[in-house]
């Protein structure tokens, strides 16, 4: 984990529009503090984007309240990178308004980039210079001064835990070092509103467990965050908010748990001894179950999310007497609370893009029937 003084992102949140004011014919009266509401530094209103008969964006409206932290879940090709493009001006839209921190992306573009950081699916560091000339050059870009801009470049070489690979050219740097430096460079301006597109797609768990430390760092000290991401892990411990989006709109919105809760009900699940013991698994759980069952077919699970009267428990066991008497050994049981992965599964019909399926993915009977 990082030393914990990164306070690198500061939100200002002057300019910032306020969410549905209450109007007052009566002069101006300050509310009690709890009922404040905090600015809105991203919104976004009816955004459309199509590639020829591909809506990557269909009609999409957000917003994210100054300080916290939104979540963007979706399978790949749901429109997430498009959605981010458009906030932070790389790509207009074919129809809809957005504000980032009270600025019109459309109309103030140039504004609009002076306020934001942005760090993308591939690090966009150059390789041939160190890490310190990296983040001095962005510095001087940003017009910094040469004093201040060297600064801040060794401040956030230090938060980043860079210090001592400062003077080493990038090309040295393994993958988790030049996401850290891609991040440390969109900090350099303290950026008001950063957007993080899939920031530890493809780090190993520890440079990831690594990365989430330093955003959390970042949500401690007050940003405002727009992170896309396919882990779900992620989005759980990160999010102060979620959307599930898929085919450009969004299917789903709220914190964790209350996505956990839309869901319902619990999961038992059964581990079975033999591969080819699933399907005839599955059959039993699915007929004390809702909907179709989920399989991890590399470690042998099946489970199957229950509802109603009878306690899980209950329907658990009535499902090992079944499995019993059609001789389906089982390994292991549980009964557990659904999973942002059951949400995922149950809102888009797939399972996380982290379970690729050469890890082996969760997946139903129909859905590796139909993969694509
Ligand atoms: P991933 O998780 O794979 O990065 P995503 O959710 O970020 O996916 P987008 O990259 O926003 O998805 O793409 C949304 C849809 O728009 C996809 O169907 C994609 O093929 C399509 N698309 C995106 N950019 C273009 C482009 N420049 N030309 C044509 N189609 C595009």
Known sequence: MLSGHLSVVRPRVEGMSTPDPVSSSSAPRPAPPSLVSPPIAVRARGLVKAYGSIRALDGLDLEVPAGSVLGVLGPNGAGKTTLVRVLTTLLRPDAGSAEVAGIDVLAQPKRVREVIGLSGQYAAVDEYLTGFENLDMVGRLYHLGRGPAR???????????????????????SGGMRRRLDLAAALVARPQVLFLDEPTTGL????????WGVLADLVTGGATLVLTTQYLEEADRLADSIVVIDHGRIIARGTADELKAQVGGEVIEV???????????AKV????????????????RVSVRVAGERPAAALLVEALRELDAEQIPVLDVGVRRPTLDDVFLTLTGHAAEDQAPESGSDSSPKQRENAR
């Not at 190993?204 to 990365?211: A, G, H, K, Q, T």
């Not at 581990?271 to 698994?281: E, N, S």
């Not at 759980?285 to 042998?300: C, D, Q, S, T, Y």
């Open 151 to 173: 600064a801040r470049a060794r401040e956030l070489l230090a938060d980043f835990r860079l210090e001592d690979a400062a003077d080493r050219p990038v090309k040295t740097y």
């Open 271 to 281: 581990v079975v001894a033999q591969a080819a013991q699933i399907p005839a698994a």
């Open 285 to 300: 759980l699915a007929a004390v179950g809702v909907g179709e069952p989920f399989i991890a077919e590399h470690i042998r």
């Open 204 to 211: 190993d768990p520890r440079s990831r467990n690594d990365m």
